[in-house]
């Protein structure tokens, strides 16, 4: 039995995150991945960085496209092997601090294998017993598989396939309308594929608000591709055709050359033999506490397997907490009242903080604020004065501190945009710190001034106006 002071099971953020900091203090730790190649985990192989690497060589030739508006031509069809190549360079890059040998040079312990409890403190892997005062689970999670009928006929893609893709597919079938679906539709758009979505629900990104999400949609619609809302795919006749059914029983034929299929996410659970470590798994999700423990107290959950929120990101926020709780007398819940995603569309969708409908149920009192981007300059000049930015602040006067409580921006890079809403979020900085800054002129992010300015002037009242005058008699 070999001991350390922390087991990881799993590579990924969350996981890398919390092990880093411990090996820097001396503690021992061992880190288990199924592969070597899984280090690094869903974000390097088959989420993040690939993802952002297509899009970005698809924003170049969507760009590229659009220049035949000033004259410029451009006919040639895209290289699909230089794009893969190029995602494949991006990944390696990244990957070479985040591999085996490198780890081991940091200090870790590294097992490669499928790991499974032993007891409830103990895991195997390959036949080696390890133990340890406390255990991450942070094995993530996959692609929910689509299975009707015919699906066995289809050239099928999901995010573990689609950046190993061979052949450019003319026309692609998306089923499923929240982020990747939509990131993954709009970049092979660009390259040159004729799109078709089917969703299930009525809107696209229905975790984001619906007025932005409903223009983002329009412009979705605008640039050719076509939805199908409340409805879904029955089965597949052949390879290239299937049948689509809507609520009202209406069913329409389409015809693609491949299908990608995004249609949420399957924890990676099984098989790790939980009930031997006494950890209770419930509808397919382990049990958890908001400290992020099991029903195994010494088990602690990290990233997806935690459930609802599926971000590189929130498994970072995961592993900050769990150090906190693995040193402190003093134990942090899990809040995600400041958390943040983005949606990296043309434009992209950003949403921070507290949305309506949360304001809402939990009674807090606010004020809703919109701003247009129609007569923003930077806006004009950039061509995106279809912009939209919401934002919830806390009810004030002229003389109470108001602050920012989340808020939703749609525009050309909105999630380096709203950084600065999410830090006064997260600080609970007033709203003056927003209106007293000096932004150069015309950088993109003076909308946030004056969406935060033109409420100011809403607070002047008649009573304000009569104070100020007076004051303007005596002092000046």
Same mark, same amino acid.
Request: hydrophobic residues 40%.
């Given at each position: ?304 397997? !935690? $459930?609802? /929120? ?10 900050? @907490?769990? =150090? +906190? ?88 890079? !909105? $999630?380096? /945009? ?10 609970? @900085?007033? =709203? +003056? ?44």
């Amino acid at each position: 039995m070999k001991k350390y002071d922390l087991i990881i099971i799993g590579a990924g953020s969350g996981g890398l995150s919390v092990g880093g900091f411990m090996v820097k203090l001396g503690f021992k730790v061992l880190m288990i991945s199924k592969t070597e190649h899984q280090i690094g985990g869903d974000c390097l192989n088959d989420g993040c960085v690939p993802s952002k690497a297509l899009i970005h060589v698809a924003n170049i030739v969507g760009n590229a496209r659009k220049a035949s508006e000033f004259g410029l031509q451009i006919t040639q069809e895209v290289d699909l092997e230089k794009i893969v190549k190029y995602i494949y360079d991006s990944q390696e890059v990244i990957r070479a601090h985040e591999n085996k040998p490198h780890f081991e040079k940091e200090g870790f312990d590294i097992a490669i294998g499928s790991a499974k409890f032993t007891g409830k403190n103990e895991v195997a892997v390959n036949g080696v017993n390890y133990t340890a005062k406390k255990i991450i689970l942070a094995t993530g999670s996959r692609p929910r598989k689509l299975n009707i009928p015919g699906i066995e006929m289809v050239k099928y893609y999901d995010n573990q396939s689609i950046f190993k893709i061979k052949e450019f597919p003319k026309g692609l079938l998306f089923i499923g309308g929240g982020p990747i679906g939509i990131e993954m539709a709009q970049a092979f758009q660009k390259l040159g594929a004729t799109i078709t979505v089917v969703h299930h629900g009525n809107t696209i990104l229905q975790h984001d608000d619906p007025d932005l999400t409903t223009i983002l949609t329009k412009r979705l619609e605008k640039s050719g591709m076509e939805f199908h809302f409340n409805s879904e795919i029955t089965y597949f006749e052949s390879a290239n055709k299937g049948f689509i059914k809507n609520n009202d029983g209406k069913i329409t034929p389409i015809e693609f050359d491949a299908v990608f299929v995004a249609i949420g996410r399957q924890l990676n659970i099984e098989n790790l033999d939980l009930e031997k470590a006494e950890i209770v798994v419930q509808n397919n999700r382990i049990v958890v506490d908001d400290y992020l423990q099991t029903t195994n107290k010494n088990v602690l959950l990290c990233g997806d397997v !935690a $459930g609802k /929120l599926q971000f590189s990101h929130a498994a970072e926020q995961h592993g900050r @907490l769990i =150090i +906190n709780n693995l040193f402190s007398p003093l134990k942090k819940k899990l809040n995600n009242k400041h958390m943040s995603w983005v949606t990296f569309t043309d434009p992209e969708l950003a949403t921070f903080g507290f949305s309506e409908k949360e304001l809402k149920s939990q009674n807090i009192t606010y004020e809703k604020l919109k701003q247009s981007f129609c007569d923003d300059d930077r806006a004009i000049v950039d061509d995106y004065q279809y912009g939209q930015l919401q934002l919830y602040i806390s009810k004030g006067s002229w003389f109470q501190k108001e602050t920012i409580l989340g808020g939703t921006m749609l525009a050309p890079k !909105a $999630g380096e /945009l709203i950084q600065e809403l999410i830090l006064a979020n997260t600080a609970g @900085l007033s =709203i +003056n710190t927003i209106v007293n800054k000096i932004y150069p002129y015309p950088v993109a992010t003076r909308i946030n001034q004056k969406i935060i300015a033109e409420h100011k002037q809403k607070i002047v009242t008649k009573k304000v106006k009569q104070i100020l005058h007076f004051a303007f008699k005596i002092f000046s």
